[in-house]
């Protein structure tokens, strides 16, 4: 039996960038707000956490 697969840090960052992105999408989906505004306004919250990722809690080469 093969143990289970954990999350890593790089897989959350992942995640973490996506989310704001969906929700900005469905945002302009279901309220009357240009998908380019939404995109932009989902962008900050996934660029800070890609500057997170990269700067605060760089990768470490294991």
Not at 5 to 26: F, K
Not at 44 to 59: E, M, N
């Amino acid at each position: 039996m093969s143990p289970s697969p954990s999350l890593a840090t790089a897989d959350l960052v992942l995640v973490a960038v996506a989310v704001p992105m969906l929700v900005a999408s469905l945002a302009a989906a279901l309220f009357p707000v240009q998908l380019g505004v939404a995109l932009g306004a989902g962008s900050v919250p996934a660029s800070g956490t890609i500057g997170y990722a990269l700067f605060y809690d760089p990768p470490n080469a294991e």
